[in-house]
Nanobody, 112 residues
Framework: QVKLVESGGGLVQAGDPLRLFCLVS????????RAWYRQAPGKERDLVAR????????DYPDPVNGRFRIWRDNAKNLVYLQINVLKPEGTAIYYC?????WGQGTQVTVSS
């Protein structure tokens, strides 16, 4: 059974960078893409970054393109999300995802 555990969230100021971590454990040889989503209060959960597990190719939606970066360390079973410029609308719970498996999320609060 796959388990995803996020960490790295917290209270940050707008404009500051932040790095989130997702530790992947369990049977992961399904070779699924890894992704990060976020869900702001009262809003739907939206994709913010995705990485192909074999090729490493990445995909970002327009609102975050250029500010977010996803990468993985296969040896450490980690997936990272680097946010280089946090905006106040970035306040959300950030979730790690692989296929149908979700982590518990990590809260990011951006103060303006």
């Amino acid at each position: 059974q796959v388990k995803l555990v996020e960490s790295g969230g917290g209270l940050v100021q707008a404009g500051d960078p932040l790095r989130l971590f997702c530790l992947v454990s369990g049977r992961t040889f399904g070779l699924y893409d890894r992704a990060w989503y976020r869900q702001a209060p009262g809003k739907e959960r939206d994709l913010v970054a995705r990485i192909h597990w074999i090729t490493g190719m990445t995909d970002y939606p327009d609102p975050v393109n250029g500010r977010f970066r996803i990468w993985r360390d296969n040896a450490k079973n980690l997936v990272y999300l680097q946010i280089n410029v946090l905006k106040p609308e970035g306040t959300a719970i950030y979730y790690c995802n692989m296929n149908t498996t979700w982590g518990q999320g990590t809260q990011v609060t951006v103060s303006s």
